[in-house]
């Protein structure tokens, strides 16, 4: 069996005294979509983060298709599409110029970068606002102006930190078709706090509370647990408190 593209191993992270992230171990194999749930404050962020790089662990190891994220950033990076929390940088740039400037920096010139800007655009439905700056778009474009972004290079591995906020229920539904049309041949970490969306697109559930694993169960076998979703992670959590 192949390695796992995502390698999360005894991952901690403390601020000062206060341990955000508490020797978490998991992978996320091909095909399987992660759903990463929690209280607020719980780790979720701080996890994506330590995996995308921005955070350096304090201890634990992370990989992305085999290459350390903190010994190999810039492999680990290739292997990744990230999209963190809130809007896109640089709200000056119109959508398009800003992807195609995220292109050229994938390493993409000519057609091909204009091809990938395009694909991308044309996935997200964000053709119509192509030549706005992005500081003047609604919540949900924004949304998935940074959804573009991370998934222009096609990447194996995506890390989506609650990719459906904001959005309008029918933007919703069309962001979910996209992630489940991925699926096949992605690894996928997402969080939310909408625990339908588990239901909807993931394969897979871990609930996190206070740095760490409480539960990681396919979400019908979760949901078995008790009367709902909704019932069951709010005992999970509440346990941990
Ligand atoms: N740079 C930082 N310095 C100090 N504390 C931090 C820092 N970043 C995060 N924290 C703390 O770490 C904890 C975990 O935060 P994190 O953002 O990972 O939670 P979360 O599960 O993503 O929450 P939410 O659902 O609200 O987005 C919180 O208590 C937060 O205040």
Do not use: W
Request: proline share 6%.
């Amino acid at each position: 069996m192949d390695a796992p593209h995502i390698e999360i191993d005894r991952l901690t992270k403390r601020f000062g005294a206060f341990t955000a992230v508490d020797d978490i171990s998991f992978t996320v194999r091909a095909g399987e979509v992660l759903g990463f749930l929690g209280p607020n404050g719980a780790g979720k962020s701080t996890t994506m983060k330590m995996l995308a790089g921005f955070v350096t662990p304090t201890a634990g190891t992370a990989r992305i298709m085999g290459e350390d994220v903190v010994d190999r950033p810039v492999a680990a990076k290739r292997h990744l599409g990230f999209l963190p929390e809130g809007a896109p940088t640089y709200p000056e740039m119109t959508v398009q110029g800003f992807l195609r400037f995220t292109a050229r920096a994938r390493g993409y010139r000519g057609t091909e970068a204009g091809d990938r800007v395009h694909d991308a655009m044309r996935a997200t439905q964000l053709e119509e606002v192509r030549l706005q700056p992005i500081e003047t778009l609604s919540k949900g474009f924004k949304r998935r102006v940074g959804l573009a972004q991370a998934l222009l290079h096609d990447p194996p591995v995506l890390v989506l930190d609650e990719p459906t906020d904001g959005l309008d229920p029918n933007q919703k539904h069309e962001v979910r078709n996209l992630i489940l049309r991925m699926a096949p041949s992605k690894a996928m970490i997402i969080s939310t706090h909408i625990l339908e969306e588990v239901g909807a697109v993931c394969t897979r559930a871990i609930v996190i509370a206070r740095g760490r694993v409480v539960a990681d169960a396919a979400p019908a076998e979760l949901e078995a647990r008790g009367e709902n979703l909704d019932a069951v992670f709010r005992e999970l959590t509440r346990e941990a408190a």
